[in-house]
């Protein structure tokens, strides 16, 4: 049974998780607009293996709401749900968004095990995505829709209902200034900002010590696989292609079948 904790961050934010199943603790992290109801369809089936910590980052789900949103202040909702929860560093997994606080977490010893669910570490392609769409993510008219079309370009229309259904509500209800907030590196920074960010990227792949599952549901750059196992021997990455960025709702079994031995083997 699902219980609801709270814990308060560092700077006095209520950041809402719930903490359920077995001995092993595995925290889930999700993506931009989602809560930690994004990861049921998943982790209902674990809970009588694993501890299933799902978090709802802040400005999402019914965590506090009020910015600034960067990376480093969802490092600190990760961080302080750990301290509250676990008493070695955790399995973490962690889809788009929370595949970047995942991968800065593991960089700084704060996770175990990392399995990061189509989030490239090059944010380029991404930034030119968000840009070519900013005036309309900028007007409150048009935000909602703009947003959706972007997700629907990268597949969550192959995610099944009634989950579909319930990413879109959350999509469209989604609380236009968070983000706005989070990718305003991306929609406000030029080339050279861009470039400064994914050599920052890059270095923290390079500084992470523990086995890394990069997951990828959508074509990346033509030597980015190549590049990630070069910059850093533990990680592994693999695309599924034709899943789209939610692979994991797509396809749950598979999912869950490469989490379990990924577990296995980072664990062992």
């Given at each position: 049974m699902t219980s609801a904790t709270r814990s308060i961050t560092n700077d006095d934010f209520e950041i809402v998780y719930d903490d359920s199943g077995g001995d092993l603790?595995?925290v889930w992290l999700h993506g931009i607009t989602e809560d930690r109801w994004s990861w049921q369809t998943v982790t209902e089936q674990l809970a009588a293996e694993l501890?299933?910590?799902?978090?709802?980052?802040?400005?999402?789900?019914?965590?506090?709401?009020?910015?600034?949103?960067?990376?480093?202040?969802?490092?600190?909702?990760?961080?302080?749900?750990?301290?509250?929860?676990?008493?070695?560093?955790?399995?973490?997994?962690g889809h788009s968004l929370g595949g970047i606080v995942a991968t800065i977490g593991a960089a700084t010893g704060l996770t175990g095990p990392v399995v990061s669910i189509?989030?490239?570490?090059?944010?380029?392609?991404?930034?030119?995505?968000?840009?070519?769409?900013?005036?309309?993510?900028?007007?409150?008219?048009?935000?909602?829709?703009?947003?959706?079309?972007?997700?629907?370009?990268?597949?969550?229309?192959?995610?099944?209902?009634?989950?579909?259904?319930?990413?879109?509500?959350?999509?469209?209800?989604?609380?236009?200034?968070?983000?706005?907030?989070?990718?305003?590196?991306?929609?406000?920074?030029?080339?050279?900002?861009?470039?400064?960010?994914?050599?920052?990227?890059?270095?923290?792949?390079?500084?992470?010590?523990?086995?890394?599952?990069?997951?990828?549901?959508?074509?990346?750059?033509?030597?980015?696989?190549?590049?990630?196992?070069?910059?850093?021997?533990?990680?592994?990455?693999?695309?599924?292609?034709?899943?789209?960025?939610?692979?994991?709702?797509?396809?749950?079994?598979?999912?869950?079948?490469?989490?379990?031995?990924?577990?296995?083997?980072?664990?062992?």
């Amino acid at each position: 049974m699902t219980s609801a904790t709270r814990s308060i961050t560092n700077d006095d934010f209520e950041i809402v998780y719930d903490d359920s199943g077995g001995d092993l603790p595995v925290v889930w992290l999700h993506g931009i607009t989602e809560d930690r109801w994004s990861w049921q369809t998943v982790t209902e089936q674990l809970a009588a293996e694993l501890r299933c910590i799902r978090i709802d980052f802040r400005g999402h789900g019914e965590s506090s709401h009020g910015g600034p949103y960067d990376a480093v202040r969802l490092v600190s909702d990760l961080a302080a749900v750990i301290e509250a929860t676990c008493t070695q560093p955790p399995v973490v997994v962690g889809h788009s968004l929370g595949g970047i606080v995942a991968t800065i977490g593991a960089a700084t010893g704060l996770t175990g095990p990392v399995v990061s669910i189509d989030q490239p570490l090059r944010l380029r392609p991404f930034s030119q995505l968000v840009q070519s769409s900013a005036p309309r993510l900028r007007d409150p008219v048009t935000y909602a829709e703009a947003l959706m079309e972007e997700k629907i370009g990268l597949g969550m229309d192959r995610v099944p209902d009634p989950v579909f259904g319930e990413l879109e509500r959350k999509t469209r209800a989604s609380d236009q200034e968070v983000i706005l907030d989070i990718w305003k590196p991306m929609l406000d920074g030029d080339s050279d900002e861009i470039s400064v960010a994914d050599t920052a990227l890059e270095q923290l792949l390079r500084e992470i010590n523990v086995p890394y599952l990069a997951l990828h549901g959508q074509p990346v750059e033509d030597d980015y696989a190549q590049w990630v196992q070069t910059a850093n021997r533990r990680a592994t990455f693999e695309c599924w292609e034709g899943s789209g960025h939610w692979l994991h709702l797509v396809d749950p079994d598979r999912f869950l079948r490469r989490l379990e031995q990924f577990v296995d083997e980072a664990l062992r």
